[in-house]
Structures are given as structure tokens and as C-alpha cells.
């Protein structure tokens, strides 16, 4: 109806179409219309008072679409004309491409690219479940959406967790500890960690260890691939709960060297220098970014080292028109510095090269950190979660079989982790809490949960069909807002995809949720005069918030 409006209003005054767009309100009353229009700016146009001009264009301007288009003050206010546009957002929600875009673009997204030296935790659970709906959201609109996975399985992190298993636990392994293999690896990192405070030579131990591996040294790598292998074993039973597969993985223990040659080649010395001490360098003073080390003085790789490489062999293995790396808000200097640097040294272009990052997750008691042991483990909150919903869907249904109330209770719990990350604006660091998370009432994934499975149980009831096209008797306020907010849904997508941001999605979904909520609460439909039409309806909005709850990567449960 605003695309309407706009080509009504564009044919009587001549403003671009995005200078309309732009000044379309929605009034604060409905005694005001639905959409209104000011015409201050038209005044110097037409050399008239806006009050004038916009009493001269209501009388001017007519349309079937609206009941009535009147002017009040320096507005003209649009009536849209309840039926036709019941009828029209009705017919295109059950049309299965609604909302979607026809985008023709080869995408690719690497997340969540844990190190393998601790178990995921819940800033990782951030990352996976934003790389999710972005990729949702991006194949919803049309791309070839590939998602990737860099493993960064070796570095100074790695071989402390090695140190410390060889120090304190020789002959440990997880089935003698009995601890899932990722959280066993994590705990001699952390046991590092307390026992450099007291022994700081373990630090030199670490130094050590990584020269032996990037020097094939027989025993250090026979112990780190049994290390690393438990690590990836973990996080692969991580990745099932969260429904994550990967198009590819990569490792950096088999490309940090070819990086290494990238810095080395004779043919970029025109940007890389060698400082006394050995180290390689490149001076991005110009770029606002400074001076960056690429290769150590003795030679060991840090990470923007095989990032270089990686970059050129994603491209290669891909050939994206977009490459989109998803991290922490603290790599942002990381990425600034490797995109200037794949530009300047020739290898790719920026504009193709995106970084989406977040904020941070922190704990009500203050920020995690790996090393200290004070992380929330994902499986543990998840554990956690699972058992908060089975014991509200036992006080709901004591009678609900095990193996169901099981089931349900873990597509609560993801769709609480799920939508508690998203709704928040990306960039916003967030303290999670648990019970706020899965609660059943308020702005919830549980509450949305609910609403769809509320949504199901009216159209199980009803022994009338609702997939007719039906054109209603009249339209009460309720039905209308309803309506309202299922229109609203392409452009809502739109805009999530122009800024890559889920969270509008998500508070999409709760504003439609509350409003089918509000109708269902003041409106009968089962055994009402208009149950053809409000079943529709019912439908649609059952519809509409599946497919944006899809986005979220969250999935419906039929009943609650």
C-alpha cells in the first residue's frame, strides 16, 4: 500500500519516489488514517500554503485501494480500504515465494572458527547462531550461501594445553577423566593457566613446544593430533545440537606455511619489510592501521599470517562474490588490517570482503575468560536450558510422554539460546541469563514458541477449510493491525538483509506475535460469522512467523 501511495503521489507532484518514500507517516490514531503524507516540502513547489496543497491533492487524488483519502491540516491521510487489502496481503502470504528475494550471488560465511584448545563456550553459541540466520536469511533472499569452518589448531594456545597434559597428566586421557573430550582439553589449558602463576618457565615450555611443531618434531606432533583430535571430536557433538554442518572446514596446521611463503615471495617485498630483530612487517600508517607484524623474528606464524593464504584459497576453492568472516568485536583491527592487506598486496578487493562482528557475552558476575576457568560451556547451558523447559512442560502436562516432553523441551531450549542472541542488535555486548532466556511469557523464544503452536491448535479445531481465498464481511480493528504486521514482512526482510541484521527479524516476529495474541484475545473465531475468513487469517499469520522464526534458525513445534 506505501508502493501504492507512492505512485498516486508521484503522478500529482513529481518528487522522486525515495523523497515520498522517505516522508510516508503512520499517524498516531487511527482517526487519522493509516498512512499519511506532509506536504511541507511541496509548498515552495507550488507556491501555496501545505494546507492548501493538501486539501487540493485529497480531492484529486482517487484509488479503489483506499476508502477514503482526506486531508487534515498540512496532511493528506490515507483510509486504506480494509477488504481489498485483506484480500491482497492474504493471497500473497500464501503464495510460497512471499517475502523472498531473487538475488543471484555466490556467498560465502566462515564461523565459527574455534581454537582447539577449549571446549565451545557462550560466545561461541553468539557466533554460530548469528552465522546461522545470516545464512538463512542471505539463501531466503536468493544467494548460494556455502558455509566454511576454519579449525585453528596450532599456535602458543594450543601447545599450552599440550604442556600442561604432559606436565600434570601424562597418561590422562577423557574416558579415564570421564569428561567429554573438548572440556577435557579445556581443563589442562586452564590447569596451564594456574600453574604459570606459580611456574613461570611454563611459558618458555609453550615457546618451545610451538617451535618443535612448526620443526615436524615426531613426539610434539604425535601428542598434539591426539590432543586435537579430542578437541574436533568435541566440538563435531556440539555442532549436532545446534543442527551445524559445514560445505567446508579448513585447518590452519595445514596452511599457516603457505602463508609463511605469501610473506616471504620475492614479488611483495615492495610492501613487506624485515625489521633488525628478523620480523616481517608491513606499514599500513596510510590505511590509519599502523605497523603489522606478519612472521615473528623466529619465524613462527601468527594468525593473520595463514589468513592471508586462506583468503586466496577460499577464493579459489568458491569464487564468491561476497567472502563474509563472522568474530568477537575484538578482531575488528584483525580484519581492517587483513583486508588493506590482501588489497594492497593485489589479492582481493574490500568491497567483496565483509566483516560482521558482535559484542561480547559476558556473565551477570562480570566478563569470561577461558584461561580462568569462568566461561559457561555451551553444552552446559544448553544441559542447563533442557532442564528448565522439561520442568515447565511438566508442570504444564504431567501427563506428557517422556520421549515428547524430551523433544519439545530441546526446541525450547535452542530457540531460547537462539533468539535471546538475536534479538539484540549485533554489534551490543549482552549479558545472557538463563531463566530470562526461556521463559514462557514476554519477548521470548518460548513466547513465540507458544504463539505459533497456539496458531496450530485453532486450525487443528476447525473442521472448515482455510485455505480459500475468502473475502471477509467487514474487518474489525483487530483483524487490521493483524493484517498490518503480515504486509509489513517483505520490506522487514529487506531491510534485514540490506544491513545483515537478524534483529529485526526477531523483533518482527515478537511484534507479530503480540499482535495475533491481542486478536486472538478479543476475537472468536471458531463458530463465528467470519470463521472462513479469520481461519485464513489464522493461517497466514501461522505462515508468516514460521518462515521468520526459520530465519532465526529456530524450529516450530506444532503443539506446546
Not at 485483506?86 to 512471499?98: G, H, R, Y
Not at 479445531?461 to 504486509?487: A, V, W
Request: with cysteine; hydrophobic share 35%.
Amino acid at each position: 500500500m506505501k508502493e501504492k501511495i507512492i505512485s498516486l503521489l508521484k503522478k500529482e507532484t513529481k518528487l522522486l519516489e525515495k523523497e515520498i518514500e522517505n516522508l510516508i507517516e503512520i499517524p498516531p490514531s487511527k482517526e487519522l488514517g493509516d498512512y499519511s503524507f506532509p506536504c511541507f516540502i511541496l509548498s515552495k513547489k507550488f507556491k501555496q500554503p501545505p494546507q492548501k496543497i493538501a486539501e487540493d491533492l485529497a480531492k484529486k487524488i482517487r484509488d479503489d485501494s483506499f476508502e477514503k483519502i482526506e486531508s487534515k491540516g498540512p496532511y493528506i491521510n490515507f483510509f486504506i480500504n480494509r477488504k481489498e487489502i485483506a484480500k491482497t496481503i492474504l493471497e500473497q502470504v500464501q503464495k510460497k515465494d512471499f517475502g523472498k528475494k531473487n538475488l543471484k550471488q555466490k556467498v560465502i560465511l566462515e564461523f565459527p572458527s574455534p581454537n582447539t584448545n577449549k571446549p565451545l563456550h557462550i560466545g561461541h553459541a553468539r557466533n554460530i547462531v548469528f552465522g546461522q540466520s545470516i545464512a538463512e536469511l542471505i539463501k531466503f533472499c536468493g544467494a548460494n550461501v556455502k558455509i566454511l569452518n576454519l579449525n585453528n589448531d596450532r599456535g602458543i594456545h594450543i601447545c599450552k594445553s599440550m604442556v600442561a597434559l604432559e606436565k600434570f597428566g601424562k597418561n590422562d586421557s577423557p574416558e579415564k577423566a570421564k569428561k567429554k573430550s573438548d572440556h577435557f582439553v579445556g581443563g589442562y589449558y586452564v590447569k596451564f593457566a594456574d600453574e604459570s602463576k606459580k611456574n613461570p618457565e611454563l611459558e618458555n615450555l609453550a615457546k618451545e613446544c610451538l617451535i618443535k611443531w612448526e620443526a615436524k618434531d615426531s613426539a610434539t606432533i604425535k601428542q598434539w593430533k591426539k590432543m586435537n583430535s579430542w578437541a574436533l571430536k568435541g566440538f563435531r557433538e556440539t555442532y549436532k545440537k545446534f543442527n551445524l554442518s559445514f560445505d567446508k572446514e579448513y585447518f590452519e596446521s595445514g596452511i599457516y606455511d603457505k602463508g609463511k611463503e605469501i610473506i616471504l615471495d620475492v614479488k611483495n617485498k615492495k610492501f613487506i619489510k624485515q625489521k633488525p630483530d628478523g620480523a616481517y612487517y608491513i606499514n599500513l600508517e596510510e590505511e590509519g592501521l599502523g605497523e603489522k607484524i606478519l612472521l615473528r623474528a623466529d619465524k613462527t606464524s601468527i594468525y593473520i599470517t595463514q589468513d592471508i593464504y586462506l583468503a586466496l584459497l577460499k577464493n579459489k576453492d568458491f569464487k564468491p562474490d561476497k567472502s563474509v568472516y563472522i568474530t568477537a568485536t575484538e578482531q575488528i583491527y584483525h580484519f581492517k588490517v587483513l583486508f588493506a592487506l590482501l588489497e594492497k598486496l593485489g589479492y582481493a578487493k574490500q568491497s567483496n570482503l565483509e566483516h560482521l562482528y558482535y559484542g561480547m557475552v559476558n556473565l551477570e558476575s562480570g566478563r569470561m575468560k577461558s584461561r580462568e576457568g569462568t566461561v559457561v560451556d555451551v553444552d552446559d547451558l544448553i544441559s542447563e536450558l533442557e532442564t528448565i523447559a522439561e520442568k515447565e512442560l511438566q508442570k504444564r502436562d504431567s501427563k506428557l510422554k517422556k520421549e515428547e516432553k524430551k523433544k519439545r523441551a530441546e526446541a525450547i531450549a535452542m530457540a531460547a539460546l537462539r533468539y535471546y542472541f538475536l534479538k539484540i542488535e549485533r554489534t551490543k555486548d549482552m549479558i545472557f541469563k538463563p531463566e530470562e532466556s526461556i521463559n514462557f511469557e514476554g519477548n521470548t523464544g518460548p513466547y513465540l514458541l507458544y504463539t505459533y503452536a497456539r496458531a496450530k491448535s485453532i486450525l487443528r479445531k476447525s473442521k472448515k477449510s482455510h485455505s480459500k481465498k475468502i473475502s471477509p464481511r467487514e474487518i474489525e480493528d483487530k483483524e487490521k493491525n493483524l493484517l498490518f504486521q503480515l504486509g509489513q514482512f517483505p520490506e522487514v526482510v529487506d531491510k534485514a538483509f540490506d544491513a545483515l541484521a537478524p534483529n529485526l527479524i526477531a523483533n518482527y516476529a515478537y511484534h507479530l506475535a503480540q499482535t495475533f495474541n491481542e486478536f486472538y484475545h478479543s476475537t472468536k473465531v471458531l463458530g463465528s460469522e467470519q470463521e472462513q475468513f479469520r481461519l485464513v487469517l489464522v493461517d497466514s499469520f501461522s505462515k508468516v512467523l514460521k518462515i521468520s522464526l526459520s530465519l532465526l534458525g529456530i524450529q516450530t513445534l506444532e503443539k506446546m
